[in-house]
């Protein structure tokens, strides 16, 4: 799992270096999450947590990982700001902790009962107008 954090973590700096437009590098994250939510690994992860919710070291695992996750997240919505193209409605934590509680139910669901079946798409496109309201796009 650990891979998988490092790899995440190099796809999410690929895409700041990637666009000129942080918008742009969301958007290509949403896209990546339409196509890729719901493999198996992403089963096995989430089977690994639940079934070892008890256990203190698991949950200090899950924790790190996902404050790993907010502060890569947390970097591309501030480089946002920074670049003058968002203007945050809400402060940036808040905005990705929904970010990633949204995407990860996203993904669980999508992994359970299937694309289709959850409209992971409309959803998709509903958390991309969420994000362009609350980052303050025009």
Do not use: C
Request: charged residues 25%.
């Amino acid at each position: 799992m650990e891979e998988s954090n490092i790899e995440f973590e190099n796809f999410v700096n690929s895409l700041i270096k990637k666009h000129a437009s942080m918008w742009d590098a969301v958007q290509d994250y949403l896209d990546a999450l339409t196509h890729e939510a719901g493999t198996p690994f992403s089963i096995a992860v989430y089977e690994y947590f639940v079934t070892g919710w008890r256990n203190e070291e698991r949950k200090e695992y899950l924790k790190n990982r996902y404050l790993k996750g907010q502060t890569i997240f947390s970097r591309l919505f501030k480089e946002g700001v920074r670049r003058g193209e968002f203007n945050p409605q809400q402060p940036i934590e808040a905005i990705t902790r929904f970010f990633i509680n949204t995407t990860d139910g996203i993904a669980l669901e999508s992994a359970l009962l299937g694309h289709k079946t959850i409209g992971a798409a409309s959803q998709i496109n509903s958390l991309s107008l969420y994000l362009r309201a609350v980052l303050g796009i025009q």
